[in-house]
T-cell receptor, first 115, second 114 residues
Framework: KAGVTQTPRYLIKTRGQQVTLSCSPI?????VSWYQQTPGQGLQFLFE???????NKGNFPGRFSGRQFSNSRSEMNVSTLELGDSALYLC??????????????FGSGTQLSVL | AQKITQTQPGMFVQEKEAVTLDCTYD???????LFWYKQPSSGEMIFLIY??????QNATEGRYSLNFQKARKSANLVISASQLGDSAMYFC???????????FGKGTTLSVSS
């Protein structure tokens, strides 16, 4: 079974630009979550999508948005990039059953550098 | 807000030694799950082990086991017989309410030397 696939693996952008990251979940998984990881703040939850609807949201500005398609693939968009957006963006998929033992399966991440 | 504490920023052990990585959490919930993930330098988060708050036995998965002390809100990860490939960051993450996001601690960097 293929794992979670994130593309691209690396991205370099300049301030003010926008960027779109893609995540393909494990086949059959309906939930996709996004996390931002920086050395200073650690792993922070961005949002979760389930059946094409945002089901949960972290504390990030509106410049960060996402969507999920009918095949459960998800995209994350960051508009008007700032230097502080440089981070590893991790996507995770799960069945979406909302149980306290639901395991997340992560992709290898997209390393975004904003210059 | 939920608080997860991993007090050891870095740990250094030799191959074949056992190591314990600490994790404490702050919750008033009675029903919750505890997850440990490993993040090697490649970046991918790898699930290691899970403990349910109502599980009577401490969880074990191969060389990984949990020292779960519910009253102390502590879920320390024990790695027996460390290997070079265990060098990575390790994150503890409680899930205190179904439907909420998995919130991670700051992590512990484990370095295993030969």
């Amino acid at each position: 079974k293929a794992g979670v696939t994130q593309t691209p693996r690396y991205l370099i952008k300049t301030r003010g630009q926008q960027v779109t990251l893609s995540c393909s979940p494990i086949s059959g998984h309906r939930s996709v979550s996004w996390y931002q990881q920086t050395p200073g703040q650690g792993l922070q939850f961005l949002f979760e999508y389930f059946s094409e609807t945002q089901r949960n949201k972290g504390n990030f500005p509106g410049r960060f948005s996402g969507r999920q398609f009918s095949n459960s693939r998800s995209e994350m968009n960051v508009s008007t990039l700032e230097l502080g957006d440089s981070a590893l963006y991790l996507c995770a998929s799960s069945g979406g059953q909302r149980s306290t033992n639901e395991k997340l399966f992560f992709g290898s991440g997209t390393q975004l550098s904003v210059l | 807000a939920q608080k997860i504490t991993q007090t050891q920023p870095g740990m250094f052990v030799q191959e074949k030694e056992a190591v314990t990585l600490d994790c404490t959490y702050d919750t008033s919930d009675q029903n919750y799950g505890l997850f440990w993930y490993k993040q090697p330098s490649s970046g991918e988060m790898i699930f290691l082990i899970y403990q349910g708050s109502y599980d009577e036995q401490n969880a074990t998965e191969g060389r990984y086991s949990l020292n779960f002390q519910k009253a102390r809100k502590s879920a320390n990860l024990v790695i027996s017989a460390s290997q070079l490939g265990d060098s990575a960051m390790y994150f503890c993450a409680p899930l205190t309410q179904a439907g909420t996001a998995l919130i991670f601690g700051k992590g512990t960097t484990l370095s295993v030397s030969s």
